[in-house]
């Protein structure tokens, strides 16, 4: 089969379309033909070797942790799946991903696909979309009437978490700059603040929850925004605690975890017309290297996903 892979950590120039055997499956994973991967920030970092403390791998390794597909064989012991079906999933990230023609993936990490998307759509769930519902229900726990600062709105993670904290009732207020605020209005928001107009603090009032997925000095601003007790759920850097107490509130750290239970949920958004990825680029298993070139841009709008085979 075909796919991209990297021999070693490095540039774009290390990312190599290959022909190799297509994996075998474990007794508890389906094969998915894939139809569709998406490209995520954590692809490129884990190319460049940032992540390769935190998970090491072997090499080659092929990159994306983003699925949709169909279901091409079944392990001994599953019992949810069948030829034929058509799934997403974030499948785990310590295993070969999903730039490629098939992917094994554990049986209890994908979810069936919801009719309403087709399957570039959702390849471009999975990995943002759980991460903005890890953030903001399973940590934030947010309420209709919660104010949410979602950091980034017209990125991967953002655009998904404006849309899930519109549908559980919250007011939005997001970040973009000048180019990306109609876009964050069209997405729902209630306030679009252009970060680069004035300080966040001139432009935000107080509120409950911000999702941090830029860290650095746009999470140091954010302490500021928050009311007491309020929490600050990062994505990108751990929050520290005593900064945290000194403002009376809480910070968090989410790393993702993949969750048939979160595709299901978000599934239900998407039947209930209350949720839709955005996706303004696609590429090929051909031209990856422009898809991360995208990524690290830190320009994108919504998802850049990789379309694999015809639909
Ligand atoms: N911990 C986890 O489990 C986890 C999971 C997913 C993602 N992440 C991390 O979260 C971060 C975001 O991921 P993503 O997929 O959403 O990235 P992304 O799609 O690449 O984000 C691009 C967006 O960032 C916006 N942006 C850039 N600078 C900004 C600023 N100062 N203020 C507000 N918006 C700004 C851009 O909008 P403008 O062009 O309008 O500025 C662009 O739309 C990445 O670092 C990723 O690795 C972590």
């Known amino acids: 089969m075909r796919a991209v892979q990297i021999q070693q950590y490095g540039g774009t120039d290390t990312l190599k379309l290959e022909n190799i055997v297509a994996p075998k499956i474990n007794d508890d994973d389906i094969l998915v033909l894939v139809k569709s991967a998406s490209v995520n920030p954590v692809d490129w970092k884990i190319r460049e070797g940032y992540l390769q403390t935190f998970i090491p791998y072997d090499m080659p390794l092929t990159l994306g942790w983003d699925v949709s597909g169909v279901v091409a064989e079944v392990g001994s012991k599953v019992t949810k799946f069948k030829v034929g079906d058509e799934v997403f999933s974030r499948p785990a990230i310590n295993r070969n ?13 994908a979810e069936f ?14 990995l943002a979309g759980i991460t ?39 007011t939005v207020i997001s970040t973009a700059s000048k180019a990306n605020q109609a876009l964050l209005v069209e997405l729902g928001t209630d306030q679009a603040v252009d970060y680069t107009a004035a300080p966040l603090s001139e432009q935000i009032q107080p509120v409950d929850i911000v999702i941090d997925t830029m860290g650095g000095d746009v999470q140091q601003q954010s ?5 007491p007790d309020g929490i600050l759920v990062s994505v990108v850097d751990q929050p ?23 595709l299901r949920e978000l599934n239900s958004l998407v039947e209930n017309d209350e949720l839709t990825p955005l996706i303004e680029h696609h590429f090929t298993l051909e ?3 422009e898809a991360h070139l995208q990524s690290q841009s830190g320009r994108t709008r919504g998802k850049i996903v990789i379309d694999v085979a015809e639909s």
């Open 113 to 126: 696909k919801s009719p309403k998307l087709n399957f570039s759509q959702a390849a471009a769930l999975p």
């Open 287 to 289: 031209t990856v290297v």
């Open 240 to 262: 520290d605690e005593e900064v945290a107490k000194a403002h009376y509130a809480r910070g968090a750290f989410v790393f993702i975890d993949p969750s048939s239970r979160i």
């Open 223 to 227: 302490w500021g925004l928050l009311k």
């Open 132 to 170: 903005a519902w890890q953030c903001l229900v399973d940590v934030a726990d947010v309420k209709a009437g919660d104010r949410v600062l979602i950091h980034a709105g017209a990125g991967g993670v953002g655009h998904l978490a404006i849309q899930i904290a519109k549908a559980k009732g919250a």
């Open 97 to 109: 991903g999903s730039y490629a023609e098939y992917i094994a993936v554990k049986e209890d990490e």
